[in-house]
Each structure stands twice: as structure tokens, then as C-alpha cells.
């Protein structure tokens, strides 16, 4: 509760009186003190939240994505062969891979953008080509190259996927106050996406995925690129809160710093097959000639180069 | 509707409305758009000066029932129907309408993929009554000339509207049952289906059909048929179109919510891969596909290496082999007409009485199918995509990036005109016509000028080079048609006057620097 109070605490006047406004509070009077405005606001929420904060309380399914014998071919190529991936909630997996190794493919499937040639794709229990809605009602999916709706503002593409995914209008109206200020969109809500900057597009796609309620099952493709070191620093450091708040993320990336710095488990991709998996100390004991992730990644996926 | 398809078309109609908003208020999209209708407006208005069309009209349609009889209007549109549902088979169907952006946000959405075909057709025909409603204010003097009734004609331009809508669903549908089979089976016969699509879209169209009146009620181009008779009052049974409207506004519904039950995940497929290169091609068609290395051409002029660079990325989509296989057949035809001159096919002779009016619409009928031709040339940049800041921070000379995409573009046009003249030649004999037909040359040039001059201009305009924005892909023909007549009243006033050579090659070639100079500008201040 008092995480909610101290984000109506830093609204501003337009915010506080929109917030008042769904909360139904009065504002009769022209000139009001904000403190007091703050308070009643805050009592209002109080009562509106008090059975407890509703997100706090829901749980992921014990197997949030599951993919089985996933293979995708296009035409003659390739791109999966024989995936099986599992993610738990409260997990970060790296899936790492050279470029063509099949991790954006795979990503895609997992959204349920394309079909799988075979096998099955399963998010919080649910099978992707069976129940599309309730699968993908939890999934956050960020996209390699970031692209939005130009002629959209950024709150009324937030405001959109707020409806779309069914968030109460006052949880979300916190929630997006929470997260623009900590990805750095406060100035930036009234402009039109189609005038951003590359990284503050990426930014306001992944306010656009926590103005839903956690626990969250995240597929990030190469979510670091293009934020600034302090967007990608705050970026690291929310997936690690997530994580221990029951979320279970899948990233990729071959960055490969950012993957040692994150995640629990690995799962190295190379032209379609799987060449290795598990903890880094796994990795390490499977490759006796490889010292660190960098070393790791090289032997699998065709040999470290000599000197 | 369940909430989210609200949702989804909320939003869909936000973006329409944003767009025109921020149209209106930047002032260069608002020019390009005041030029637009307000150069439409003046030039139809001239036209409409010219010449008296409504005997023009008349005659045109006592000809038309002496050469040609009830059926063929009837087989003709029946061939539209018929090219809509091989075109969906082969094609993308609906999934054309769809974005990269579809694809990253509205794909992984807990909706529907029939929520998101609703949502985007909805705008997609609201966008589409606005520019029909836009084009009859903008030609409306042409139409008070032509004693033609405002009435009568919107409500063929409106049927005209639903029966291309009911093709474009008829598509969809041969689109989706196609895909479907592809997931069931696997053998080549399941293609026989398209047979039957075919058959079942153009048989009732045929002759033996159609000699019944009550057939024009059977299928929409037939419907479509005879509400064009009824009102033109061409082969007109005299029942009034009424009837034909009723069945045409009938079978609207009916294939729209075919459409829409049948939309699934394929939809979104089909997009998502639209980029698949199956592997498994012979080398021939690799090269007709025009995957040549061309890094490794001998050229090291940049001019040359842009033109040839063009030249085979182009090459690679499958439509650039049936654009020269068009020019070959269509060269063919041209001239098998005009050296044989066969019997069965006589050309339309415009009586001399009519000349006044026939010569004017014949120049008019010239600068717009070379205009239609020169669309190409405003793809030149707009085919670049991305890459065209790419192309401008190579170290090439602007000018020689512009000159390169005119040639091709001259090239381009040339090949799409020269089967068309050929045709004109035939079976247009105005007086003259023979020497007004090279006016076709200065047309091209100039028309491939302002193609370029317009598409270099859409980066200075947008950040999306690839999706010209609609006052700009507007302006162009309005700017063409705008000179096109311009050219025509220097040929007027010159008429019996030697200066007539002198005048006219000095004016194609200032216009034509002039355009390609504001080109080449353009190339220089890109955001
Ligand atoms: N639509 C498509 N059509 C044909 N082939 C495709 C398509 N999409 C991907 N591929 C192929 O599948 C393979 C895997 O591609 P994918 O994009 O998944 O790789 P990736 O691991 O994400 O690489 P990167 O690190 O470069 O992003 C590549 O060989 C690619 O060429
Ligand atoms: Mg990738």
C-alpha cells in the first residue's frame, strides 16, 4: 500500500485530478491545496484497494513456458530444430546464439505470431495454438527492431493496451505513473511515437508491457539494444526485481555480458540446434576448455579461435 | 462485438484521425494538399472549358451498342470477379493490409485475428469514402459540363466502391481456402479447387447466362453490370437499377462476413512471412529474379552503378517479369494491328462533326495512361525503403543518385507506354491523332521528372521513406496533369506556328531540369 501512496505522492496537478476523477472524488471546490487533494486521494485508494493490492496476490502456472520439440522450417531452411525450453516462474533464461541461430524465430512462435512446423508451445499452461487468447493474456513480447503506431500518442498507446488487456483504469493509471517515471517518459507522453528516439520507443513498448499487472511471463529479444547505460542499467536491475517477484523471463541476446550479468540458465543456440544448457557452472563443466561465458559461447558454436 | 474489436477499432479510427490532424496542422503537408485539390479543381474546371462533352458521351454510346452487345459488358466485369479470386489464391490476400507493426503490437494481443481484420477494414473504408468524396468535389466542374446528374454518378462511384470491396473479399476468401487445404494436404491435386473457384466466378457471366435478364441478378459483376447499363442507359432494359443496387448492397454483407469468419491465424501468418525465400528454386528463375551479384559489375561510375543496382533489385520481385513479358506480348499485338489491320476488329471512328470535343478528350485520354505509366517512377525512391539514407550518405554525388533513378524511371515508363500508344494508334483515329501521339515523348519525360522530383521529396516529409504520405502520392498526378494541359495550351496557341519546334523542346527540357534540380535539393536536406 504505501508503494501505491508514495506514487500518488509524485504525480503532478493534470494526474492527481484524473486520478481523482476515476476514484469519483469530488472536486467541487475551484482551488483545492494539493496536500490535502494527495490525502483525500490516497484515502480513496485505501478503500479501493482494501481486500489488498489484486496483483500481489496472483500466481504463474509452475511450468510458465514450456516448448516441446519445437521446429520451424521455412521452405528448405531450418531456422528450430527439436527446441524443449522450459522457464519457471522466478527464472531468467538466456537464450544465446550466433546471428541465423534461431532466436528471434523461436521468440516469434512463442508469441504466437507463426506456427510451429511441430511441436508445442505453452505459456502459463496453456497451449499456444489451442487457447491463443488465454496464452498469450500474460506474455509480453518485445520485439527485435522496436516499431509502434506513429500517429498514436504515447499515453493513448498505453491508454490502448491497458484496454486491450483488460487493467482496471485506476490500477493502471498507477502503474503507468510508476513505470514512465522510471523508464523517463514523463516529458514524452504527449508526443507522437512516430517523432521518438529509438531507445525511447523501446522504452515506451516496455512501459507498455508493465502497465499490465505482474507476475509477468516476458520474451525479450534483445532488450538492451538501443537503451542508453542507464536505461539498460534500470532495465537490468527491474527484470532481477521481477524475477524475485515471480515473473519468468526469456530473454535473447549476444551480448554476452548482459546475459552472465542476468540470467540463471542459459540455452546456446547455434544454426538452428541446441549445442548447451544450464547454469554457467554447468556450461562450464561440460567445456573444459573454456574459462568464461565469452569461451563458453566460442567452443560451442564452432571453436574458440586461436590467437 | 466483443469489447477488444471496440478496443482495436478505437484505436484503429484514432490513428486515421491523428493522422489527418497532424496533416492539417504541418503547414508543407498542408500545401502539398491545398495544391493538390485546388490544381485538380482548376485544371478539371479547364477541361471542362475546352471542350462540350455530353455529344461526345452520346455518340460514344450509340458506337458502343452498334460494336458491342449486353453480354460482353457482363463477361467483362465478370473478368474482374474472376482475376479477384486467382489473384487471393496466388496472392497475400487480406494480409496485404497488414504492418510491421501489426505484426510486433496487434499479433502477440490477446485478440483475435478476425478482431483485427474487422478493426482495419473498418478504416480502411473510411479512409476510402473520404478520397471518393474528396476526388467528385475535385472534379465536379467536368461533371456539371457534362450535363452529367451529381446524383446518378455518386451513386454509381458508390457502387463502383462495394463492388471492388466485394472482389477484394472474394479474394480473401479464395486466400483463405487455399491456405487451408495447404495445412490438410499436401498433394499438388488439392490446386484443382482454384478451378472450381474460377468456374464458379465467371460461368454465370458467360453469354449463354446472361441472355436472361434475371441473371444480372445472380453474381455481383453481373449486378454491378447492370446497374452501370441501367444508368448509363446503354443496353438499358429499363427497369431502373434498382433492383441491381438492392442485390449488389445484398451480397456486400454476405461475402464480408464470409471473410471474416474464415480469417484466422493464417492472416497473420501469411504477413509474418512474407519475406520467406523458399530455397528450392532452379537457377533460371534465380535469374529472371535477378539474384545477380551486381557488386562485382564492371562499372565504377556511380552513375552507372545506382542504374544497375536498381535495375537488379527490381529484377527480383516477381512482378518486374510479368512488366517485361507485358511490353513483349503488348509490342507484339501493337504491331500485328497496325501492319495487318485486321477486319475484325475495326477501330472506333469518331465522326468528323466531333472533333472539337474528340480531340481534347484524346489528349486528355494521353496524359493520363501516361500518368498511370509514370507511377513508376515515384516508386524509384520509394523502393529504396531504409536504404535510401544509406544511398545518401554514400559517397555519391546527389545529382548523380537522381539521374540515375530518372533513367531507369524513363526506361521503366517507356516500356509500360510504348504498347499502350501502340494500341491508341489503332483504335483512336481522331483527326491527327497520328502527330498527337507523339506527344507522348515530352509527356514521359516530363511525367518521369516529377515521379522522381516527388519521391525524392517523401524523406524530407516523413521518417518512413518507404509509405509516401497520401497529399504527396496525390500531388503527383496533380502536378502531372497541371503540365500535361500546360503542354497542351503551348500546343495550342502554337498550333500553325513553325516556332511550335522550338518552343516546345526548350520548355520540356527547363521543366525537366528544373524538376530533377528540386530533386536533387530535396536529396540534400533530409531530416
Ligand atoms: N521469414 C523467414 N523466411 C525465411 N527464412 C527465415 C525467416 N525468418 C528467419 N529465417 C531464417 O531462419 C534462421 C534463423 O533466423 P533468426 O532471425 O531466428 O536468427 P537470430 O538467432 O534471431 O539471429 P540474430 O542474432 O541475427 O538476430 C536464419 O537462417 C534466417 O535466415
Ligand atoms: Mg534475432
Not at chain 1, 528448405?76 to 546464439?97: D, E, F, S, W, Y
Amino acid at each position: 500500500m504505501n508503494s501505491v501512496k508514495s506514487i500518488v505522492e509524485r504525480m503532478d496537478s493534470d494526474e492527481l485530478i484524473r486520478l481523482a476523477r476515476q476514484l469519483n472524488v469530488s472536486l467541487t471546490e475551484r482551488k483545492m491545496k494539493r496536500g490535502l487533494l494527495v490525502e483525500t486521494i490516497q484515502g480513496e485508494l485505501e478503500e479501493y484497494y482494501r481486500e489488498g493490492i489484486p496483483w500481489k496476490k496472483t500466481r504463474l502456472s509452475d511450468l510458465a513456458i514450456q516448448i516441446s520439440g519445437l521446429t520451424k522450417k521455412f521452405g528448405k531452411t531450418v531456422a528450430v530444430r527439436g527446441l524443449n525450453l522450459a522457464v519457471r516462474p522466478g527464472q531468467i533464461v538466456g537464450l544465446v546464439g550466433p546471428n541465423g541461430a534461431g532466436k528471434t524465430t523461436t521468440l516469434r512462435i512463442l508469441a504466437g505470431i507463426i506456427r510451429p512446423t511441430e511441436g508445442t508451445v505453452q505459456v502459463n499452461g496453456f497451449d499456444m495454438n489451442v487457447h491463443p487468447l488465454k496464452a498469450k493474456q500474460r506474455l509480453g513480447y518485445i520485439p527485435e527492431r522496436p516499431t509502434c503506431y506513429p500517429n498514436l500518442k504515447v499515453r493513448e498507446y498505453l491508454t490502448f493496451i491497458a484496454k486491450i488487456y483488460r487493467v482496471p483504469p485506476i490500477d493502471a493509471t498507477l502503474r503507468m505513473k510508476e513505470y514512465v517515471d522510471l523508464f523517463q517518459l514523463n516529458g514524452l507522453l504527449n508526443a507522437y511515437i512516430g517523432t521518438l528516439s529509438k531507445g525511447n520507443l523501446q522504452r515506451t513498448l516496455l512501459v507498455g508491457i508493465f502497465v499490465r499487472p505482474p507476475p509477468y511471463i516476458l520474451a525479450l529479444d534483445e532488450p538492451i539494444y538501443g537503451l542508453d547505460p542507464r536505461g539498460a542499467w534500470n532495465l537490468k536491475l527491474l527484470l532481477k526485481k521481477l524475477r524475485d517477484e515471480g515473473s519468468a523471463i526469456l530473454v535473447s541476446t549476444h551480448i554476452l555480458e548482459v546475459a552472465e550479468g542476468i540470467c540463471d540458465r542459459f540455452i546456446i543456440m547455434n544454426e538452428g540446434d541446441v549445442v548447451g544448457k544450464g547454469t554457467l557452472e554447468e556450461l562450464l563443466e561440460q567445456t573444459p576448455n573454456a574459462h568464461t561465458i565469452e569461451e563458453i559461447f566460442l567452443e560451442l558454436t564452432g571453436g574458440i579461435p586461436d590467437a | 462485438m466483443t469489447a477488444n474489436t471496440i478496443s482495436l477499432l478505437e484505436n484503429e479510427i484514432r490513428m486515421l484521425f491523428n493522422h489527418l490532424k497532424r496533416t492539417i496542422t504541418t503547414p508543407s503537408m498542408l500545401l502539398f494538399y491545398a495544391i493538390m485539390l485546388v490544381g485538380t479543381y482548376l485544371v478539371s474546371s479547364i477541361i471542362a472549358i475546352l471542350g462540350s462533352y455530353e455529344q461526345l458521351f452520346v455518340s460514344v454510346a450509340t458506337m458502343l451498342e452498334a460494336t458491342i452487345d449486353r453480354s460482353m459488358v457482363m463477361s467483362a466485369l465478370g473478368l474482374v470477379s474472376l482475376s479477384a479470386v486467382i489473384g487471393g489464391y496466388f496472392g497475400r490476400g487480406p494480409s496485404v493490409e497488414l504492418t510491421e507493426t501489426d505484426e510486433y503490437i496487434m499479433m502477440p494481443m490477446p485478440a483475435r485475428p478476425y478482431q483485427l481484420f474487422l478493426a482495419k477494414y473498418i478504416r480502411r473504408i473510411l479512409r476510402k469514402l473520404g478520397f471518393a468524396f474528396l476526388a467528385l468535389l475535385v472534379v465536379l466542374p467536368l461533371v456539371f459540363s457534362s450535363n452529367l446528374l451529381p446524383i446518378p454518378l455518386g451513386g454509381l462511384i458508390v457502387c463502383f466502391i462495394v463492388f471492388m470491396e466485394i472482389n477484394y473479399f472474394l479474394g480473401g476468401i479464395s486466400f483463405q481456402i487455399r491456405s487451408r487445404l495447404d495445412r490438410r494436404f499436401k498433394t499438388p491435386f488439392r490446386h484443382f479447387i482454384l478451378l472450381f473457384l474460377a468456374l464458379a466466378a465467371y460461368i454465370p457471366t458467360l453469354p449463354q447466362v446472361t441472355v436472361h435478364p434475371i441473371s444480372s441478378l445472380l453474381v455481383p459483376s453481373n449486378a454491378f453490370a447492370y446497374i452501370i447499363m441501367e444508368l448509363t442507359g446503354i443496353f438499358a432494359y429499363g427497369l431502373g437499377p434498382l433492383i441491381g443496387v438492392i442485390c449488389l448492397f445484398l451480397g456486400y454483407p454476405i461475402v464480408f462476413l464470409v471473410v471474416v469468419n474464415f480469417v484466422d491465424q493464417d492472416y497473420y501468418e501469411r504477413f509474418a512471412l512474407k519475406t520467406s525465400n523458399e530455397g528450392d528454386e532452379s537457377r533460371i528463375s534465380r535469374m529472371v529474379r535477378g539474384e545477380v551479384d551486381f557488386s562485382e559489375s564492371r562499372f565504377n561510375d556511380p552513375l552507372m552503378w545506382v542504374f544497375l543496382k536498381d535495375f537488379w533489385s527490381k529484377m527480383r520481385k516477381p512482378f518486374q517479369f510479368w512488366k517485361y513479358f507485358y511490353f513483349c506480348i503488348g509490342m507484339a499485338i501493337a504491331l500485328y494491328l497496325n501492319i495487318v489491320r485486321p477486319t475484325w476488329l475495326p477501330p472506333l471512328i469518331i465522326p468528323h462533326g466531333l472533333s472539337y470535343a474528340a480531340v481534347p478528350a484524346f489528349l486528355l485520354v494521353l496524359i493520363l495512361l501516361t500518368q498511370v505509366a509514370s507511377v513508376n517512377a515515384l516508386l524509384s525512391f520509394v523502393d529504396e525503403k531504409e536504404n535510401i539514407y544509406l544511398l545518401k550518405s554514400s559517397p555519391f554525388k546527389a545529382s548523380d543518385i537522381v539521374l540515375a533513378k530518372y533513367l531507369l524511371s524513363l526506361v521503366e515508363v517507356t516500356l509500360t507506354v510504348v504498347p499502350i500508344v501502340g494500341f491508341l494508334a489503332y483504335f483512336m483515329r481522331v483527326e491527327g491523332s497520328f502527330y498527337l501521339l507523339t506527344l507522348v515523348a515530352p509527356l514521359v519525360l516530363i511525367f518521369s521528372a516529377t515521379g522522381v522530383m516527388v519521391g525524392a521529396y517523401i524523406p524530407v516529409f516523413t521518417n518512413e521513406p518507404s509509405d509516401p504520405p497520401v497529399p504527396l502520392a496525390f500531388g503527383f498526378p496533380a502536378i502531372n496533369i497541371g503540365l500535361g494541359v500546360l503542354l497542351m495550351a503551348i500546343l495550342a496557341t502554337y498550333a500553325e506556328n513553325i516556332q511550335l519546334v522550338q518552343i516546345m523542346p526548350a520548355f520540356v527540357v527547363m521543366v525537366v531540369l528544373g524538376l530533377l534540380a528540386l530533386a536533387t535539393f530535396a536529396l540534400r536536406s533530409y531530416k
